[in-house]
């Protein structure tokens, strides 16, 4: 029939759109004003949003069998979820009344969602995190036959998972399900919003105007574009992927490669989930996790001078690098030509200045970030430029989806994990492996998190990665002798780095393809640019007061002694990757730049704000500015 493909077409972005459109409104309503029970939210944010995960992928030429996988997996998810919704607050009585005593029909239910979310997450984030779901369900059925090595147990049957990974609110709608319900998708739907004011124009235009005709400007356009897209998003593949198309070209017109185009993008994206004050889920998973609790606030003040040292590292690296290899200051061609969108950087500042003051005087996050978004639609009416239509609508509803249905999915596949983890007791075995280990000290434990960290994060999200590690480890974190915090913050930062650590490099994948190269190569080069950022979280393990916590008696001296301490490791750990200083740096140079780095890290004795290796540092710095600079030719 003539037209039936487009016809088709039309109605597949109907049923998304008008889909994100009913979750949207319901999540608005329920946080705000809510009707049904925690558990009740959860299966009804978890009904609307894992059919999109389906829907937005379904293309008119997949294979027979993957729509009939998707069609299973839809049809599995929905009746799974709306089951729970029924027995969660439409029902006389609850699932949680007959707990270890579900009948048939209820664990055949619990088994079809289970499917149903692994399915899902499959089809929206790729086969990493299912796979990794299913080991851990295999754990539990399997564990008296498990190897000393591998945690045995007493094992369980599939009616006890389908019960704890489903039905209770221990899994699928557990502590996964409420972060993204009640924190992350508001700001995603705050994002998107800003964005279709031409909040991305103006944040990009502002970035050119403000390095035109430095060396390497173009790179740190992308840099920064970068940190103030993350303050958007959150997420460094959506981050990548949203400035890139416009930064990556940039800088191949003044002189980069596309591999080195693509490794900047890559780093700089990564970094976005720590730029405040819009975070990425991980932030809002510590207000659940971190012990004693702490305020929303309290993690976006931690993040701060992280953040900038974290983009500080990243301008030194492009500086150096554009300095050795570009050898000129070199204009970005047509930066002038462009006028800033003023009227959309207006409510874009408008927006943000919103939700902050909403934060400062108590409001919880939900309703601030509600109030910010009112602001932000009432604000973009009064400009034709920023005035939303419905185009506009259609494409933010778009963007909803592509950034909600791969968060309600991991969710949903973590809240499995840690339901099996729960159930197992691997949740107290693993922390007593790192405390042993820690008894040797603390050192090799932040080695050994860190490297759980960056492993579990090569394939997942680093919101996910954050809170599999947290969880794991939860248990031991206040015996490490250091303020929770900062072992959060530690496992959240290389979560993040995850993104740039080949071979699965998934903010580098992004870039590559942008870029047209290879993605292995760019994958290595983002994580050379990346690697000064790598000292960082030891640096604020060390010296609390860098995430400004101020209780040890050292106070704002200790949060100003670590941050330019901070800024001197950043500094001479990008020259000794870059090989440049005031000019090219010789292997034995190149040496002392790294030794300095390692020197300014050492952490200082207790209630001390240096180190005696802090003075030498120090000495060794004076000495290697000196003679770098007597090197360069007059």
Known sequence: MSGGPAERSRLHAFAVRALTLLLTGFVLLEVNRPALTPQGQLAAFALLGLPLCFLIRARPDDAVWRRALDAAGLLSAAAACAFVLYWSGFAASSLGDRAGGETGLDIAIGLLGLFGALVATWRVIGPALPILTALFVLHALLGPHLPELLFPHRGYTLTRIASQGFLQSQGVFGIAMKVMFAYVFLFVVFGAVLSQTGAIRFITVSARRLFLGTVGGAAKVSVVANAMMGSLSGSAVADAATTGTVTIPLMRSTGFTARAAAGITAAASSGAALVPPVMGAGAYMMLELVDPPVAYLDVIRAAILPAILYYAALLAMVHLHARRH???????????????????????????????????????????????????????????????????????????????????????????????????????????????????????????????????????????????????????IGQLGIPPLSVHFFIFYFGMMSMVTPPVALAAYTTAGIAGTPILPAALTAFRYALAGFALPYFFVFRPELLLILDGGRGVTGAVVAFLLGCGVVLFLSAGIAGWLFGPLGPALRAAALAVAALLLWPPPPDALFAAANFGGLALATGLVILARRRVPA
């Not at 005087?361 to 009416?381: I, M, P, Y």
Request: proline share 6%; with cysteine; charged share 10%.
């Open 326 to 476: 570009l050898g000129v200051t070199r204009a970005d061609p047509a930066a002038d030509a462009e006028k800033a969108a003023i009227p959309a950087g207006i409510v874009f500042g408008v927006g943000l200045l919103t939700l902050i003051v909403a934060l400062l005087v108590g409001r919880t996050v939900f309703r601030a970030v509600s109030v910010a978004l009112l602001v932000v639609v009432a604000a973009s009416l009064f400009h034709p430029a920023t005035r939303p239509n419905l185009a506009g609508l259609r494409r933010a509803l778009d963007r909803i989806a592509e950034g909600a249905a791969p968060l309600v999915a991991a969710a949903a596949s973590v809240g499995v994990i840690l339901g099996m983890v729960t159930l197992t007791g691997l949740g107290t075995r693993f922390p007593a492996t790192v405390l042993s280990v820690a008894g040797e000290g603390l050192l090799p434990a932040l080695l050994l998190i860190m490297v759980g960290s960056v492993v579990l994060g090569m394939g997942l999200p680093s919101a996910v990665c954050y809170l599999l590690m947290a969880i794991l480890i939860g248990p031991v």
